[in-house]
């Protein structure tokens, strides 16, 4: 399948051969011809699927047509919202490179700036509006836009908004938009309370699926080491002095947890920046432009603030701590491994979030592989493995899977038996004698 065959217009194919699009992801296959037919869709997508461009496609091929047959005063025709200010600019971004071509004025608006640059513009007329809900409805308030003439809506990341208590501001928007429109949804998971959103709001959708976790599980690296919390520090700061590790992308779980990881980090001499809600948009602006242009090795981010980096050679991200939802280290993960690349994914493990790493191990259907590191590593292998009469490979798995049965067994306060050095030397050597006789 080529965007060709999806009927997608000239000057739009154009700027698609310059970004060197060649193939449709199977989203945009999914997608790009339902709502080229007017029709609604409910999406559930990853991050790193291609997602943006599946909507912003049709949605500038159908203005284009659209205005090429009625010529109409500068009206804003399009709303997409997105929850977060990095993905708001990320998406006018791709409008912007995608319609580069047609004849469509595309701006973006969000909270945490002067507004006064984005209300000139607004006044220029604009057609398609990428927007956060807080600023958009600040400005409605004002009376400095409407959203009389909207025939397209795109709803971006619907979960994150949930998450982040935009449901509300988005109830109060779609109230003053016409219900005759398009509606696009999307959402990577779909809690009762985005699904009765979204039957809300669409009209007989289409309903789209791609769930790419088991390709991004297989170019992409894994591991975890088992750490004192007390540790994780340390830890990350000696791999982090391996100079490999080109871009580094680490995952707090909390703002302050970020500052203080940064903190750290430039005290031990290496340079790097947090991106989170409490800081300031040109700060976080700046930030992501200095890691992408590669001026800084390591961002720090929280979940939410992450969601708007789209990087394409991002070798490492690093979990300093576990999400707390499984989901979430998909799109961790996803955030590396993209543009047909590979990755690594690292992961700490404290004793408190062993419970965390059973319910991420389930949702990926694998025991992601433990490394030891014999300074900071939470279990200390026992000396006795050094001498045993086994391969490497064969030690090397008997002492990781050493580490992660007693690690378990002692955050299960030793209800269960644990697994000790011995049984495994048992194991080894019965496994080398097997192998020697064949």
Do not use: W
Request: contains cysteine; glycine residues 4%.
């Amino acid at each position: 399948m080529t965007f060709q065959e999806l009927k997608i217009i000239e000057p739009i194919l154009t700027a698609l051969k310059t970004k060197e699009y060649d193939d449709p992801t199977p989203i945009q296959v999914a997608a790009i011809p339902v709502l080229l037919e007017g029709k609604d869709i409910l999406g559930s997508a990853q991050t790193g699927t291609g997602k943006t461009a599946a909507f912003a496609i049709p949605i500038l091929q159908n203005l284009f047509l659209k205005r090429q047959k009625e010529k109409t005063n500068k009206a804003i025709e399009a709303l997409v919202l997105a929850p977060t200010r990095e993905l708001a600019l990320q998406i006018h971004d791709n409008f912007k490179e995608y319609g580069k071509n047609i004849n469509l004025r595309t701006t973006v608006i969000f909270g945490g700036v002067n507004q006064s640059k984005q209300i000139r513009i607004l006044n220029q007329g604009v057609d398609i509006l990428i927007a956060t809900p807080g600023r958009l409805l600040d400005l409605i308030q004002q009376k400095k836009l409407s959203l009389s003439k909207v025939s397209f809506l795109v709803l971006d990341e619907a979960d994150r908004m949930l998450d982040m208590g935009f449901i509300k501001d988005v109830r109060k928007i779609i109230a003053l938009i016409p219900k005759e429109r398009q509606t696009m949804f999307f959402s990577a998971t779909m809690p009762k309370a985005i699904l009765s959103l979204a039957s809300e709001i669409l009209n007989e959708p289409v309903r789209i699926q791609i769930t790419p976790e088991e390709a991004i599980i297989e170019k992409i690296t894994q591991s975890i080491y088992f750490v004192e919390k007390s540790k994780k520090m340390s830890l990350l700061i000696k791999l982090l002095g391996d100079q490999e590790k080109k871009s580094v992308l680490v995952f707090s779980r909390t703002k302050h947890g970020a500052n203080k990881i940064v903190k750290n980090l430039i005290a031990a001499g290496i340079k790097s920046e947090s991106i989170h809600g409490n800081k300031s948009q040109g700060a976080r602006q700046e930030a992501l432009f200095q890691f992408k242009a590669k001026n800084l090795r390591v961002l720090v981010a929280t979940d939410i603030a992450a969601r708007g980096i789209d990087i394409d050679e991002l070798s490492h991200v690093i979990n300093f701590d576990l999400p707390d939802v499984p989901e979430t280290y998909i799109h961790r993960m996803g955030r590396t491994g993209r543009a047909g690349l590979g990755g690594k994914v690292i992961s700490f493990c404290s004793e408190d979030e062993s419970n965390l790493l059973q319910s991420i191990q389930r949702h990926i259907k694998m025991n992601i592989p433990v490394e030891i590191d014999p300074v900071y590593s939470k279990i200390q292998v026992s000396s006795s493995y050094n001498k045993q009469n086994v391969t490497p490979k064969t030690r090397n798995e008997a002492v990781k899977r050493y580490a992660e049965a007693n690690f378990s067994n002692k955050r299960n306060n030793n209800k269960k038996k644990k697994l000790e050095p011995k049984s495994y030397s048992k194991y080894d050597n019965k496994k080398q004698n097997k192998q020697n006789t064949k």
